[in-house]
């Protein structure tokens, strides 16, 4: 132990030398939390619903072939725009043609067997009075007649359809409003193929493509705020159509359709909106966002997005009434408007509050009040991000 004794003395000098002043450390004080501040406005906030949606052409007319022939000529060009009354193919005519001048001959000889018919019983009319000829052979005179004038009707008929069938042969756009725009789409076949009632009867579609139809199915649980809406004359309901991979895109237009029952296989009721599409950025088949302006909150309560805090499921906000202390409010919301919310309950126009910054609040944390670019700028810093370069000349 005598040994130590010196040992151990050493290391308390060294110990006492090496330690700092018996003054205590002053704690270090919070730098202020940067805020940015704004108040609660008003506006007229339309309320919206959204739905996945499929566009459809109002019109898809197969083009078929209506005699059976050899296919001549195809006399458009694939994927075109067409209008009703274009001749899109012909079939060979030189058979229908035969057809035609066969029942015109046909007709011909009924009408000259009928006017002979008629001018002998014309002629006999007075001897059959006289006694001069048999009741029964004029009677079969009068029955040769009706004939004659059956045989013309029947030549008619066949004359028609002749004429009928030859027309066929020019196969056209249907006779549908010219006010639309059509395309048709690829040959489904080649010059010299037979086609017609027999088989290969369709020979191509052609498809409305403006204004263009775009379906979708709202939840049959929201049909009353369309009622509601419909019942208020607030009719034709206005629709936007975006497309998912594109967000500049935007087409309007009017729900024209709603179907008499809901779905009981989707609880869905199926809607139509008719969207112009002069300038065929929309397809048939193409899926689309659909949203639909179902009414307008007028003057409602609105704040920045970016303001509200949640905690324990609640939403809230820190308003600054004296300018300084932060006063938490619990608040319901409503629709979003952009970068703004609806406040439903709890706030009203002009309230003064924490509109970025509130994470921060904590009690005694003292409050920096900066500008929207500050407060961005000063999140970039202590997020090792580089801050924005003044322009030169400034």
């Not at 949203?291 to 704040?303: S, Y």
């Not at 609040?361 to 970039?380: C, I, Q, Y």
Request: glycine letters at 6%.
């Amino acid at each position: 132990m005598k040994i130590l004794r010196p040992v151990i003395g050493l290391v308390l000098m060294l110990a006492m030398s090496g330690s700092p002043g018996c003054k205590k450390e002053e704690p270090q004080q919070m730098p202020p939390a940067p805020i940015v501040t704004g108040k609660s406005t008003t506006a007229d906030v339309p309320v919206y619903r959204n739905y996945p949606a499929k566009t459809q052409s109002e019109r898809t007319m197969p083009i078929n072939a209506r005699v059976e022939g050899i296919l001549e000529r195809k006399v458009y060009e694939q994927g075109s725009l067409v209008v009703p009354g274009q001749i899109l193919y012909v079939i060979q005519p030189e058979p229908f043609k035969a057809e035609r001048d066969a029942a015109q001959a046909e007709l011909a000889s009924a009408i000259a067997d009928f006017n002979y018919s008629k001018s002998q019983v014309d002629r006999n009319s007075s001897l059959v009075e006289q006694g001069a000829i048999s009741k029964e052979y004029y009677d079969e005179l009068k029955a040769k007649l009706v004939a004659a004038e059956a045989r013309i009707d029947s030549a008619k008929a066949s004359l028609v359809q002749a004429e009928l069938n030859l027309s066929y042969c020019s196969v056209a756009v249907p006779d549908v409003d010219p006010a639309y725009v059509y395309r048709i789409g690829d040959t489904y076949f080649d010059e010299g193929t037979l086609v017609g009632p027999a088989g290969n009867s369709e020979l191509a579609t052609v498809v409305q493509i403006s204004p263009i139809r775009t379906v979708f199915d709202p939840a049959g649980s929201e049909w009353p705020e369309y009622l509601s809406q419909i019942k208020a004359g607030q009719t034709p309901l206005s629709v936007e159509v975006t497309i998912p991979s594109d967000k500049s895109f935007t087409r309007t237009g009017n729900i024209n359709f709603i179907d008499n029952m809901v779905d009981p296989n989707t609880s869905t009721v199926e809607m139509w909106a008719r969207i112009d599409n002069d300038d065929f950025a929309l397809m048939p088949g193409q899926y689309v966002s659909v949203r639909v302006l179902l009414r307008t909150l007028k003057d409602a309560v609105v704040i920045p997005s970016k303001a509200v805090q949640s905690k324990a499921g609640e939403k809230f906000i820190w308003t600054l009434e004296d300018g300084k202390t932060p006063v938490q409010v619990n608040i319901e919301l409503g629709p979003s408007h952009g970068e703004q919310v609806v406040v439903t309950r709890g706030l009203k126009p002009g309230v003064n509050m924490i509109v970025e910054g509130g994470a921060r609040v904590r009690p005694g944390v003292e409050l920096l009040v900066v500008s929207a670019k500050e407060f961005e700028d000063l999140n970039k810093k202590n997020t090792g991000q580089p801050t924005a370069k003044p322009s030169e000349g400034s």
